[in-house]
Each structure stands twice: as C-alpha cells, then as structure tokens.
C-alpha cells in the first residue's frame, strides 16, 4: 500500500531544541498532511500541504515536501513537554483521493 | 461542537461473538473511515466511505463488514472475531472535496480485545 515512513522512529530532545521528523512515500500525492497522538488517544490534525506547495507554516510548525524525492519533513521549533507525541504523516493519493494513508510514526519525547 | 464519536470506547469479547462498533460524526461530511492501529504498524485502513451506500476497501478489510445508511453513521461490525483482531480503532470523517479529502477529524479510539 501507499504507506509513508516517517524517520526516526523515535526521537528524544531537550525543552527548547528543535525537532525534526521526516517522511517519504511512495507514489504521487495530492496533499501530504501530518497528524499528532497523544498516547492512545484520537489523532489531530497539524497542517495539510497541497503537493503544488512547497512549505507551510502554522505557529511553531514548519512542514517541507519535496516531491521530486516524495519526502516531507515536519520541524518543531522551541519545542515544550507538552509536544511530547506521536507523529505521523498521511498521504492522499492523487488518483485515489479517497484514501488517507498513514505511516508508522514518530514517537517525540521531550523532557523538561 | 464538531466531533466524531466512537462507541464503545472498550470492549472485551470472546471468539466468534459478533460486535459492531459504531461511529457517528455531526459535520455532515461526506468521507468516514475505520482505521486499526498495532505497534509498529501504524493506523492501518480497514474500509472507507465516499458517501451514503459507497463503501470501500481499505487495506486489511478481512474479518470486518461496515454500512453507511446515513451520513452521519459508519458502523464496524465485526461477524465472527478473532483474537488477531484485537487492537485500536479508529473511526475518522473529512470534507471530501474536488482536490482530495481535506483535514480528518478522528473519534476517540476503541481498544478491542479478543479472547
């Protein structure tokens, strides 16, 4: 299936420092959106770039995506306990839209 | 307020016991899906919905049914389960729109188990 792989799988950082996931896919997309978990509980989503665009921001989120390498890179600047999730992105195929794949994942830890 | 809402949110069953697991949302939208989540393996799709009557599979759609009789209902219903069905799903909805389904907004989780 058209499953992303977010990179790392985990990822652990002080308060304060950045944090950078990444993901790839496979095929050709319609929009790449990345969603964030709270253990065990429902996802909610953080921003949704079209595949026309290149970088979108929303507060402390940066997201890239690069589909000439079918990539996309999620950065938390000054990141706070409270980031501490997991990440993942999910990819809407561009000639089946009415899928919404998602990836394994990236688990942020980040301590006080 | 906007929600999707998943019902039960636990449930412990025995083998071959049939279960459904409901899911409403009140956004009016058109795209609901189930999803199942296991370590390591991310969410994973079981079946999805365009529309009222329009279901489809998702990619690990064995062992479940579901139905979309009304917009706002995407029910899984689980006819004979097994323990490998044990997991957490979730059920999600989003605006599908002209360019591809927009934002999802997901239910709460129902974490299954199967003996």
Not at chain 1, 29 to 47: A, C, D, E, K, T
Not at chain 2, 23 to 52: A, K, T
């Amino acid at each position: 299936s058209q499953q992303g792989e977010e990179d790392p799988q985990a990822l652990s950082i002080q308060e304060g420092e950045n944090a950078t996931m990444n993901c790839s896919y496979k095929t050709s997309i319609n929009n790449l959106q990345w969603y964030r978990q709270n253990s065990g509980r429902g996802l909610v989503h953080l921003i949704l770039i079209r595949s026309n665009e290149r970088e979108k921001h929303s507060g402390r989120l940066r997201v890239t995506l690069d589909t000439s390498k079918k990539s996309s890179s999620l950065l938390i600047t000054a990141s706070r306990a409270a980031d501490t999730a997991s990440y993942f992105c999910a990819t809407v195929s561009f000639t089946g839209f009415q899928k919404l794949v998602f990836g394994t994942g990236t688990r942020l830890l980040v301590s006080p | 307020e906007a929600q999707v809402t998943q019902n039960p949110r636990y449930l412990i069953t025995v083998t071959g016991k049939k279960l459904t697991v409901t899911c409403s949302q009140n956004m009016n939208h058109e795209y609901m899906s189930w999803y199942r989540q296991d370590p390591g393996l991310g969410l994973r799709q079981i079946y999805y919905s365009m529309n009222v009557e329009v279901t489809d599979k998702g990619d690990v759609p064995e062992g479940y049914k579901v139905s979309r009789k009304e917009k706002r209902n995407f029910p899984l219903i689980l006819e004979s389960p097994s323990p490998n069905q044990t997991s957490l799903y979730f059920c999600a909805s989003s605006q599908g729109t002209g360019i591809g389904i927009a934002e999802a907004f997901f239910g709460q989780g129902t974490r299954l188990t199967v003996v």
